[in-house]
């Protein structure tokens, strides 16, 4: 009566359809670009800082005459780096060197930027990252100049009355020249030999290198800037090609004559130079603001630096040891001034809060409270209440316990000993949450008043108990203190 219809499946059109599908699949997730090839990675603290300071040390150091050409790229590794006091030595989580020789620089010119490919190698960490940055007038670049050349050529001209013809028309052709822009910049790079960084000059050709500020060095003197062929450097002359200059330094331990000789354009002349003691004032700014460190002539004061700021922080002063250091006083030996701060800190804690009385709609209760034991410390000063607010109604016997045990040390005043002894959970009223009111009873003019008041509307009225020849319910709930105090660092 039915007759059966027999359908097949297309196992060819099913196979072919699906590998059309993974190609495109594996078309996408090849061509998606990933922003952020580290994401997956998980590196110390310390290697992202070493990478972010070998980043920014690099991005000053190639620059100008530097930079390669179009389609060439110019590699320099951390050693080389660190030699010329273009970045500072670099540690790992261990406090073991970084491998300055593995660990490299290399810039390439693109056709439309530069390509910074930055690899570190800090123990058992590396990795290699890639920064893009835009070319700059001062960048060598490939200018294409069109040269025309005009010709003449002669061709037969068919005769027109069997004669001989000849004609000549100009033929033009061009063609195009790359040529190189030079460089206008040149660097001055200032190798500080152990002292504090001095960055790296760029100047264009011909003019003359600003004197950067002394470095520093805890135990030496500072004597001044020597080129490659150990002549004191001349600010006053032109420069023409980049220059490394290398900073000198003697002991400061005693006085000394140092012999020095002077680059000028006249015949080169011997000096002596009086080297009197010398010492260093460091400044520690106890995380705040970073301050330079003073070299001070013996007896010599120091001047007094800005003040340092640190987050939620006021700055006090600036201490030698224990003591407020006066800027009055001279200076006979290399010294370290901390900087102190008061920072005002917050903590929470909780208070349980019981009042008796007769069955009414609302009750009001206040108290004050003691100074958390946990705040009764030396270097906390100012303790005061900043805010109060309500948690929850009391209700069990936890909440009894909880009461008596922490009494003694929650409020000033007469000890709990025996109070409401007699209470149970069903002794307890209910407050309604929405309606409850609790305040610090604190002033402008006394911030440190540390009574608290509470006054709720009862939605669940208790069973009566007798306290004291009298019927009552117990009235307690469960409140937050935020505390403010003051510490010195």
Request: charged share 20%.
């Given at each position: 009566?039915y007759?059966?219809?027999?359908?097949?499946?297309?196992w060819?059109?099913?196979?072919?359809?699906?590998?059309?599908?993974?190609?495109?699949?594996?078309?996408?997730?090849?061509?998606?670009?990933l922003?952020?090839?580290?994401?997956?990675?998980n590196?110390?603290?310390?290697?992202?800082?070493?990478?972010t300071?070998?980043?920014e040390?690099s991005s000053?150091?190639?620059?100008s005459?530097?930079?390669?050409?179009?389609g060439?790229?110019?590699?320099?590794?951390l050693?080389?780096l660190?030699?010329?006091?273009?970045v500072?030595?670099?540690?790992?989580?261990?406090g073991s060197s970084?491998?300055?020789?593995?660990s490299?620089?290399k810039?390439?010119?693109?056709?439309?930027n530069?390509?910074?490919?930055?690899?570190?190698i800090?123990?058992?960490?590396?990795?290699?990252?890639y920064v893009?940055?835009?070319?700059?007038?001062?960048?060598?670049e490939?200018n294409?100049?069109i040269t025309?050349t005009?010709?003449k050529?002669?061709?037969?001209?068919?005769?027109?009355?069997?004669?001989?013809?000849t004609?000549?028309?100009?033929?033009?052709?061009?063609?195009?020249v790359?040529?190189?822009?030079?460089?206008?910049n040149?660097?001055?790079?200032f190798?500080?030999?152990?002292g504090?960084?001095?960055?790296?000059?760029?100047?264009?050709?011909?003019?003359?290198?600003?004197?950067?500020?002394?470095?520093?060095?805890?135990g030496?003197?500072?004597?001044?800037?020597?080129?490659?062929?150990?002549r004191?450097?001349?600010?006053?002359?032109?420069?023409?090609?980049?220059?490394?200059l290398?900073a000198k330094?003697?002991?400061?331990?005693?006085?000394?004559n140092?012999?020095?000789?002077?680059?000028?354009?006249?015949?080169?002349?011997?000096?002596?130079?009086?080297i009197t003691?010398?010492?260093?004032?460091?400044f520690?700014s106890?995380?705040?603001?970073?301050?330079?460190?003073?070299?001070?002539?013996?007896?010599?004061?120091?001047?007094?630096?800005s003040?340092?700021?640190?987050?939620?922080?006021?700055?006090?002063?600036?201490?030698?040891?224990?003591?407020?250091?006066?800027?009055?006083?001279?200076i006979?030996?290399n010294?370290?001034?901390?900087?102190?701060?008061?920072?005002?800190v917050?903590?929470t804690t909780s208070?349980?809060?019981i009042?008796?009385?007769?069955p009414?709609?609302?009750?009001?209760?206040t108290?004050?409270?003691?100074i958390p034991t946990?705040?009764?410390h030396?270097?906390y000063?100012?303790?005061?209440?900043?805010?109060?607010?309500?948690?929850r109604?009391l209700?069990?016997q936890?909440?009894?316990?909880?009461?008596y045990?922490?009494?003694?040390?929650?409020?000033?005043?007469?000890?709990?000993?025996?109070?409401?002894?007699?209470?149970?959970?069903?002794?307890f009223v209910?407050?309604?949450?929405y309606t409850f009111?609790?305040?610090?009873?604190?002033?402008?003019?006394?911030?440190?008043?540390r009574?608290?008041?509470?006054?709720?509307?009862v939605?669940?009225t208790?069973?009566?108990?007798?306290?004291?020849?009298v019927?009552?319910?117990?009235?307690?709930i469960k409140?937050?203190?935020?505390?403010k105090?003051?510490m010195?660092?």
């Amino acid at each position: 009566m039915y007759e059966e219809s027999k359908i097949e499946f297309d196992w060819k059109s099913f196979l072919i359809k699906l590998a059309l599908i993974i190609v495109v699949i594996i078309l996408i997730v090849k061509l998606l670009p990933l922003e952020n090839k580290n994401l997956s990675k998980n590196f110390s603290t310390e290697f992202n800082n070493n990478m972010t300071v070998l980043r920014e040390s690099s991005s000053q150091y190639f620059i100008s005459d530097r930079l390669p050409v179009v389609g060439e790229s110019r590699k320099v590794n951390l050693e080389d780096l660190i030699s010329i006091g273009a970045v500072r030595s670099l540690s790992d989580k261990d406090g073991s060197s970084c491998d300055s020789e593995n660990s490299y620089v290399k810039v390439s010119n693109k056709t439309s930027n530069h390509e910074l490919e930055i690899h570190l190698i800090c123990g058992k960490e590396k990795d290699t990252v890639y920064v893009y940055f835009p070319k700059n007038e001062s960048s060598p670049e490939e200018n294409p100049t069109i040269t025309t050349t005009t010709t003449k050529k002669t061709e037969p001209k068919k005769p027109t009355n069997g004669g001989a013809v000849t004609t000549t028309q100009k033929v033009v052709t061009s063609k195009v020249v790359k040529t190189i822009k030079p460089p206008t910049n040149v660097s001055i790079i200032f190798n500080s030999n152990g002292g504090t960084l001095v960055s790296t000059q760029s100047i264009k050709i011909g003019n003359k290198v600003i004197k950067p500020f002394n470095p520093v060095k805890t135990g030496y003197i500072f004597v001044g800037w020597f080129d490659t062929s150990n002549r004191e450097y001349n600010f006053n002359l032109p420069v023409y090609s980049t220059t490394i200059l290398k900073a000198k330094w003697v002991l400061a331990s005693n006085s000394l004559n140092i012999v020095k000789t002077t680059t000028t354009t006249q015949p080169t002349k011997v000096t002596p130079l009086k080297i009197t003691n010398q010492y260093i004032v460091t400044f520690n700014s106890n995380g705040g603001t970073s301050k330079s460190s003073r070299i001070v002539n013996y007896r010599d004061y120091v001047s007094r630096p800005s003040d340092p700021t640190r987050p939620n922080a006021t700055f006090i002063g600036w201490y030698l040891g224990d003591s407020l250091f006066n800027f009055k006083t001279r200076i006979t030996k290399n010294i370290t001034l901390v900087a102190r701060y008061v920072v005002t800190v917050t903590k929470t804690t909780s208070a349980y809060s019981i009042g008796v009385g007769a069955p009414v709609n609302k009750t009001e209760v206040t108290h004050t409270l003691a100074i958390p034991t946990e705040l009764k410390h030396s270097s906390y000063q100012n303790v005061r209440i900043d805010s109060v607010y309500f948690d929850r109604s009391l209700s069990t016997q936890e909440d009894l316990d909880n009461y008596y045990r922490y009494w003694d040390q929650t409020y000033e005043g007469v000890s709990s000993a025996n109070a409401f002894t007699s209470g149970k959970p069903k002794n307890f009223v209910y407050f309604d949450r929405y309606t409850f009111s609790i305040k610090a009873n604190k002033t402008s003019s006394n911030i440190y008043n540390r009574s608290v008041t509470w006054s709720g509307n009862v939605i669940r009225t208790c069973e009566p108990f007798t306290y004291r020849e009298v019927s009552g319910c117990l009235y307690g709930i469960k409140y937050n203190i935020i505390w403010k105090y003051d510490m010195f660092i």
